[in-house]
């Protein structure tokens, strides 16, 4: 027969359980439990009702028992700091261990719960990966809370807001323009605060730009603005620049790239670079100089370059005391060259880059000056984008036959429209087609325009090469080998006449000899001198005799298709760039003529 009752007496204890799963709402651990190894836990009634103890037998000898190493490793010297506390003496508590299983408790701590003591790095949680649980004693559990999640319709409009955020800013125009000058006239500078002054630094830059700014700073200790762009080891070390520097910005009404190009006459060829894609020109002068030969010099190649909206800014305006006199010589001496080089219209204004004068706001130093800001005439200027108007051009970069059953011709249209249907005509062989597909990455398209990259199909198989013309075959550009142009030349050794270069124009490159040249430029008075060869950064105007007709427009008309540099044959420098006025009547009067002999001929 059984003994006792088959209800367990009020007061015995209850069987062993387990903890519940983890996660579970309202979870918490039974008085009673049994550890991984499956020896019995007992929690004790205290303070905080998450502390959990663990029994352990008794050491050898009836001593204190020392805890083990809990299996993991120290280095020799967490082993001589162990041993060290082990000579203090016997520990408080012989048979607790703590639960965490992290380290022991030391012998200098009293009995209470430790779970609250911060500065006692031994008994916290090691780390993120060890959070708080009601059954360790590293912590309290953490106050739970509720989620609130949004509904679906405030995800779809927060959606919509976002989406309109992107198109917005997808269907902003965009200026490019560039920052020229003489020496030391601010330009780097006035990009910085361009940047600054339109809320698109980041703290961290902000932070090391001032603290480039202790270190290589031109400013006495206070921002320099100009390491922004200047990030060279060179330029920073001789507070100049050296490379042209693009840095992107935008506002609410439109986006920009800017060049920072060099100032000094030996990187004039780096100022060339900047601007062959430029859209407008800011020719900064230094108020306190005037202008320069350097200051000229770049007008000049702003105006050979077909830049058409040019504006002045007279900078350290706050050096002369914002003097109107000073201003306005500058201005006046400033508008009798650019009626010379052809810049029919210009706007000025009076600014002080490093101190943010008449940048981003008016400012109340010149209360003579009426004008806009520098920011809302960059951003009110008409960017005019008449390519799309003009005849079809489409220099070929790449024949595109992945298989045997395709053959396309990529490229990017230069100017003008294509569409499935029309007639194009390919140069310089003359041959004919008719446009079958457009094809892009996203699909085929029923129209495509200047400034897009896309591969043409064609009905007919027809020879086309890199570096042919794809153009439209009512109004073809013209095809020669000779042709008048004017080059800047950029390399330290002099052009030579008759010295074979390489012309690369658009993706075609051909050899080419240089005739004598027919004069040079004073960038000065503008005067054409009489000149045998062109030195470094000087213009002149030449003849051009290529070993292989090409297609071209003059430069006036289209960039690209009139745009080219020289490369040295051995080198492979660029040493020079040119933009083509007009081929030579002498090229256009040779022909191909019928060279069949028969009997009768001989005869």
């Known amino acids: 027969a059984p003994l006792g009752p088959e209800e367990p007496a009020p007061g015995a204890v209850e069987p062993v359980q387990r903890a519940h799963p983890q996660g579970r709402i309202g979870a918490r651990v039974p008085d009673l439990e049994l550890d991984r190894a499956r020896r019995l836990a007992v929690h004790l009634p205290r303070e905080h009702p998450g502390a959990l103890a663990l029994p352990r037998a008794g050491a050898p000898g ?42 022991r408790i030391r012998g200098g701590h009293a009995g209470e719960d430790h779970r609250r003591d911060a500065g006692r790095h031994h008994l916290r949680t090691p780390g993120p990966g060890d959070r708080p649980r009601p059954d360790r004693v590293d912590g309290e559990e953490e106050a739970r809370g509720v989620l ?90 001789q507070g100049i620049t050296i490379d042209v520097a693009y840095r ?60 058409r909206h040019v504006i002045l800014a007279v900078n350290k305006m706050d050096l002369v005391g914002w003097s109107k006199d000073v201003f306005d010589a500058i201005l006046a001496e400033f508008h009798d060259f650019a009626a010379q080089i052809g810049v029919k219209t210009f706007h000025a204004i009076p600014m002080s880059a490093l101190k943010g004068d008449n940048i981003t706001a008016p400012s109340d130093a010149a209360p003579w000056y009426s004008g806009p ?72 398209l029923p129209r495509a325009v200047a400034g897009q990259s896309v591969t043409l199909t064609l009905k007919d198989e027809i020879d086309i090469s890199r570096g042919d013309v794809l153009s439209t075959a009512d109004a073809p550009p013209e095809v020669a080998d000779q042709f008048e142009a004017t080059i800047v030349w950029m390399d330290d050794e002099a052009l030579l006449p008759g010295r074979p270069y390489i012309l690369k124009i658009g993706a075609r490159q051909v050899a080419a000899t240089v005739t004598e040249p027919k004069y040079k430029v004073n960038v000065n008075t503008l005067e054409h001198l009489a000149a045998k060869r062109l030195e470094l950064n000087e213009i002149g105007v030449c ?54 002999v028969d009997r009768a001929a001989r005869a």
């Open 62 to 103: 009836g001593g204190t028992r020392r805890l083990a190493d809990h299996g993991r490793r120290r280095t020799p010297a967490a082993a001589r700091r162990r041993d060290a506390d082990d000579e203090e003496g016997a520990l408080p508590h012989p048979r607790l261990l703590p639960a965490h299983r992290r380290d």
């Open 148 to 237: 609130l999640m949004a509904g679906m319709e405030a995800r779809q409009d927060a959606a919509a807001e976002v989406a309109a955020y992107l198109q917005q800013h997808e269907t902003k125009s965009l200026l490019r323009f560039i920052t020229c000058g003489s020496v030391d006239d601010g330009k780097s500078t006035l990009i910085g605060r361009l940047l600054h002054d339109t809320k698109l630094l980041l703290d961290d830059q902000l932070a090391a730009l001032e603290s480039d700014s202790l270190r290589h700073g031109t400013q006495n200790g206070e921002i320099d603005f100009a390491l922004l762009v200047d990030g060279l080891a060179a330029e920073r070390e």
């Open 248 to 307: 992107f910005f935008g506002t609410d009404k439109r986006k920009f790239i800017v060049a920072d190009t060099p100032g000094h006459e030996q990187y004039t060829r780096n100022m060339v670079t900047g601007a062959s894609t430029a859209d407008a020109a800011v020719i900064l002068i230094d108020a306190r100089k005037g202008v320069l030969t350097q200051s000229r010099r770049h007008a000049y190649l702003v105006s050979l370059l077909g830049i």
């Open 373 to 444: 800001p520098l920011m809302a005439l960059l951003e009110t200027l008409e960017v005019e984008d008449d390519l799309q108007a003009r005849p079809f051009r489409m220099p070929v970069q790449w024949v595109n036959r992945p298989n045997l059953d395709f053959r396309g011709f990529s490229g990017l249209i230069a100017s003008g429209s294509v569409k499935p249907g029309d007639r194009i005509k390919a140069l310089p062989s003359g041959r004919e087609s008719v446009v079958e597909r457009i094809v892009t990455f996203s699909g085929d």
């Open 543 to 596: 003849n051009l005799s290529l070993d292989a007709a090409i297609a071209f427009d003059p430069y006036a008309e289209n960039k690209d298709l009139g745009g080219f540099i020289l490369i040295d044959r051995i080198s492979n420098r660029t040493v020079g760039a040119g933009m083509l006025h007009f081929a030579l009547r002498r090229s256009q009067n040779i022909h191909w003529q019928a060279l069949d």
